[in-house]
C-alpha cells in the first residue's frame, strides 16, 4: 500500500486540475481513489461534474432561444402585426379598392360523403370540403421586404369572411366542422379551406320507391351581400369527387354545379347569387327485396296453401287471417320509412296493398267453402244450383287448369240411374209388343202397380185357352 503522504499528494493534485477545468474525474482515478479509502471524495466529485455537465446544457440552450428570437425578430410576426393593424385593417368592412366595386368570391365544391339521407323528414346529410378564395387588397406586402415571406397563415377569426351560406338549410345552426387558418399570399389572394356538415331540404319521391331515383338541391349565397357588392363565381362546374367516399343506400349518378342569379319578390329589381349543387341518387334496392318484398311474398304463399287443407278441418280461414295480420305488421314497418305523402302512393305500397287484398279475397273463398260443404246435401241435404256447379266444376276449373274427379257416391247414383233408364226402355218395348199382341187376338190386359216401393206390370192374356201372368221388373 501506498504511504498516506503520496496518497493526499495524488488527490491534492488531481483537485487543482478539476478546479482549473483541464481534467476530468476518470474512472481510473476514482479506483485509485477508492482503493485508497477516499469513497466520499469520489461521490463528491462525481456530483459536481454532473452539476457542471448540466450548467453547460443550459447556457447552450439559451444561447440558442436567444439566436432563434434574434433571427424571428421583424419577419412573420412583425408582418402579422403590420397586416393586421387596426390603422389599416378592419374585419367587419368587405375587402374592396373602392365601395362601389364588386368583391369577387370563387366558390369550390368537393363533395366527400353522403351522410344519411332522412326519408321520413326529407332531410339531406352530406359531408362537404369547401374552397372560397377571394382577393382583399389591404392584405398585400413585398416580400423582399420581409426577408422573403410569400404566404402567411392568419386565423379566421382576424379576417373578413364572405357570409356564404346554405340557403336551404334545414337546422337552425350552422357551424364547419373544422375552423381552420386562412392562406394569405404576398399578392393579397385569400383562400379558406374548410370542411363541414350540411343538412338540406330535398323533396323526396316516393312513386317508385325502393326502386327510386332522387335530385336534391345544395344552395349556396350570400345572407346579406347582393349582386352589386358580392358576386359568386365557381371553380369548375362538374364538382369534384376525387375524395367521394360511397354510401351503402344510394349509388351516386351524378353531380353538376352552376351559377343561378335569383330576385327576391319583396325585394324588386335586386339580383342575387347563388351557387347549385345538383346530386343525383339511385337506391340500392337489395335490402329491400330480400327484407320487404321477399317476405311479402312467402307470407302470401301461405294463404295458396289454405285451398289445399281438407275442408274437414275447418282450419282454413285461421291460416289466411293469421297472413293477413303479418302482411299488416310488415306493412306498418314500410311506412315507418316512408314519408307521409298524399301526391303520390309508393310501389312496394301498393304491392303490399294488393297482396293483402288478395289474401283477404282467399280468406272470403275458403269462407264460401266451408259454407257450401257444412250446407250442402250431404249434411242438410241442400243442392248447389245447377249454375254455380257449372261455373266452377266447368269454367273455372278449366281456367285454373284443374281436372275435376266425381265422388264415388255420385258416380254410383248416375250409373243406377242409367242402368235403371235402360231396363224402362226394355220393359216399354216389351209392353208395345206384347200390346200388338193382345190387340191381334183381341185379349184384354191388366196392368197393376204395387206401391210397396216397387212397380210390377201384370199383364195377364190367354193364350190358346192358358192363363199367363207376366209381372216386369222394377222401376
Not at 110 to 137: A, H, K, S, Y
Not at 183 to 209: D, H, P, R
Not at 278 to 305: G, Q
Not at 328 to 356: C, F, H, K, Q, W
Request: proline share 4%.
Amino acid at each position: 500500500m501506498l504511504p498516506s503522504t503520496t496518497i493526499l499528494l495524488f488527490v491534492f493534485v488531481d483537485l487543482l486540475q478539476l478546479w482549473a477545468g483541464t481534467s476530468s474525474v476518470s474512472d481510473k482515478r476514482l479506483l485509485r481513489w477508492q482503493n485508497a479509502g477516499l469513497h466520499n471524495v469520489s461521490i463528491t466529485t462525481q456530483e459536481q461534474e454532473n452539476d457542471r455537465l448540466w450548467n453547460l446544457k443550459v447556457e447552450k440552450n439559451v444561447k440558442t432561444a436567444r439566436k432563434i428570437k434574434d433571427l424571428a425578430d421583424g419577419t412573420e410576426e412583425q408582418l402579422y402585426k403590420y397586416l393586421l393593424n387596426p390603422q389599416r385593417y378592419e374585419k367587419h368592412i368587405r375587402p374592396s379598392i373602392h365601395h362601389t366595386l364588386t368583391t369577387n368570391v370563387t366558390f369550390g365544391f368537393l363533395l366527400n360523403q353522403i351522410v344519411e339521407m332522412d326519408e321520413r323528414n326529407q332531410v339531406l346529410t352530406t359531408r362537404c370540403w369547401l374552397n372560397i378564395n377571394w382577393f382583399d387588397p389591404r392584405l398585400m406586402w413585398n416580400h423582399s421586404e420581409w426577408n422573403g415571406i410569400k404566404n402567411i397563415y392568419i386565423p379566421h377569426s382576424h379576417l373578413w369572411l364572405p357570409d356564404i351560406v346554405l340557403t336551404n338549410n334545414a337546422i337552425v345552426d350552422y357551424e364547419s366542422l373544422v375552423a381552420t387558418d386562412i392562406l394569405v399570399t404576398e399578392f393579397g389572394n385569400v383562400t379558406y379551406l374548410f370542411s363541414a356538415i350540411f343538412k338540406s331540404v330535398c323533396k323526396i319521391k316516393v312513386a317508385l320507391y325502393p326502386f327510386d331515383d332522387q335530385e336534391c338541391i345544395l344552395r349556396f349565397g350570400s345572407w346579406s351581400h347582393r349582386l352589386s357588392e358580392l358576386d359568386l363565381s365557381l371553380v369548375t362546374n362538374e364538382g369534384d369527387l376525387s375524395n367521394y367516399m360511397n354510401n351503402s343506400e344510394f349509388d351516386l349518378t351524378n353531380m353538376m354545379a352552376y351559377r343561378e342569379v335569383i330576385t327576391f319578390p319583396t325585394i324588386k329589381n335586386v339580383d342575387w347569387p347563388t351557387i347549385v349543387i345538383k346530386i343525383n341518387l339511385h337506391r340500392r334496392s337489395l335490402f329491400y327485396i330480400f327484407n320487404h318484398i321477399l317476405p311479402c311474398m312467402l307470407i302470401s304463399s301461405m294463404s295458396i296453401l289454405a285451398f289445399l287443407m281438407p275442408p274437414e278441418t275447418g282450419q282454413q280461414v285461421s291460416v289466411c287471417v293469421t297472413t293477413i295480420l303479418s302482411l299488416g305488421v310488415s306493412l306498418r314497418g314500410i311506412n315507418d320509412a316512408i314519408p307521409p305523402s298524399s301526391d303520390e302512393l309508393p310501389l312496394i305500397g301498393l304491392y303490399y296493398i294488393t297482396t293483402l287484398f288478395t289474401v283477404c279475397l282467399a280468406t272470403a273463398a275458403n269462407v264460401a267453402i266451408l259454407n257450401i260443404h257444412r250446407s250442402g246435401s250431404t249434411n242438410q241435404g241442400r243442392k248447389i244450383p245447377w249454375w254455380v256447379q257449372k261455373f266452377i266444376l266447368i269454367y273455372l276449373a278449366r281456367m285454373l287448369c284443374m281436372t275435376v274427379y266425381e265422388p264415388d257416391s255420385v258416380a254410383l247414383s248416375k250409373t243406377a240411374r242409367r242402368d235403371a233408364t235402360i231396363r224402362r226402355k226394355s220393359i216399354m218395348r216389351d209392353l208395345k209388343k206384347k200390346k200388338s199382341v193382345a190387340e191381334k187376338y183381341d185379349i184384354s190386359d191388366t196392368i197393376c202397380e204395387c206401391i210397396d216401393g216397387k212397380t210390377n206390370f201384370e199383364d195377364s192374356f190367354f193364350h190358346l185357352g192358358k192363363k199367363r201372368t207376366v209381372c216386369l221388373g222394377d222401376d
